[in-house]
């Protein structure tokens, strides 16, 4: 059973609107990431967070922001949603020591209308 | 550049019989190597992952295989079921960073037909 939780699986919302994508995660990892996943396509690192109050961008320029106040939560936030975020958004968690063990939510479907 | 690209990309077979995907990649340097079943609309769950002295390495029914010299790998998957239906994504971590970075391949769509 995964321990990494997203909420919600879908949304669908009006442009303009502000969003947060939540991801909580109770397995202690100190990293977490966002990846954006259109269909067909790979996964792409928008954001991620060594630990709380470490968060930084990854390689896709995406318009969200991320904030870690707790190690087990890892929100993304949308301020003004628009059709082009139309995605699918994973969130990840891995432990610190080592490079194994990345841990996927189920991943939340947005369509923005 | 580093990059991972995967063979077919997509593919449809009847239940029972075995089917092999395959992924090469071009990261550098070179830490492990996954391979992780999504299920549509899902998160990918790993199936395997290899370090750089491993050749083969089996879970059920799947066997992935690798070879760092020629920068290849190889998902096999024996007597496929129903459920095997899923995409399959080839991932690289290189030991490049502190992050342990992910390259991601596009995945192999695999349908099993009754």
């Known amino acids: 059973e995964a321990d990494i939780y997203q909420t919600p699986r879908y949304l669908v919302i009006g442009t303009g609107k502000k969003i947060t994508l939540e991801c909580s995660q109770t397995?202690?990892?100190?990293?977490m990431y966002w990846y954006q996943q259109d269909p067909g396509m790979e996964l792409h690192l928008i954001h991620y967070?060594?630990?709380?109050?470490?968060?930084e961008k990854g390689d896709l320029s995406s318009e969200s922001t991320v904030s870690r106040i707790r190690t087990e939560h890892f929100p993304l936030t949308l301020e003004s949603a628009r059709p082009s975020h139309t995605s699918q958004y994973l969130c990840?968690?891995?432990?610190?020591?080592?490079?194994?063990?990345?841990?996927f939510g189920s991943g939340t479907r947005l369509t923005v209308v | 550049k580093n990059q991972v690209e995967q063979s077919p990309q997509s593919l449809i077979i009847l239940e029972g019989k075995n089917c092999t995907l395959q992924?090469?990649?071009?990261?550098?340097?070179?830490?492990?190597l996954r391979w992780y079943k999504q299920d549509t609309g899902r998160g990918p769950v790993s199936l395997t992952i290899?370090?750089?002295?491993?050749n083969t390495k089996s879970n059920g029914r799947y066997t992935a295989t690798l070879d760092a010299d020629t920068k290849q790998s190889s998902l096999h998957i024996t007597a496929s079921q129903l459920s095997d239906s899923a995409s399959y994504i080839c991932?690289?971590?290189?030991?490049?960073?502190?992050?342990?970075?992910?390259?991601f391949g596009r995945g192999t769509q695999l349908t099993v037909w009754p």
């Open positions: 991932v690289v971590s290189d030991r490049g960073s502190t992050l342990g970075r992910l390259y």
């Open positions: 967070s060594y630990g709380v109050n470490s968060t």
């Open positions: 397995m202690g990892h100190d990293k």
């Open positions: 290899m370090t750089f002295s491993e």
């Open positions: 990840a968690s891995s432990e610190s020591k080592g490079d194994y063990g990345y841990t």
């Open positions: 992924c090469n990649y071009t990261v550098s340097p070179f830490s492990n």
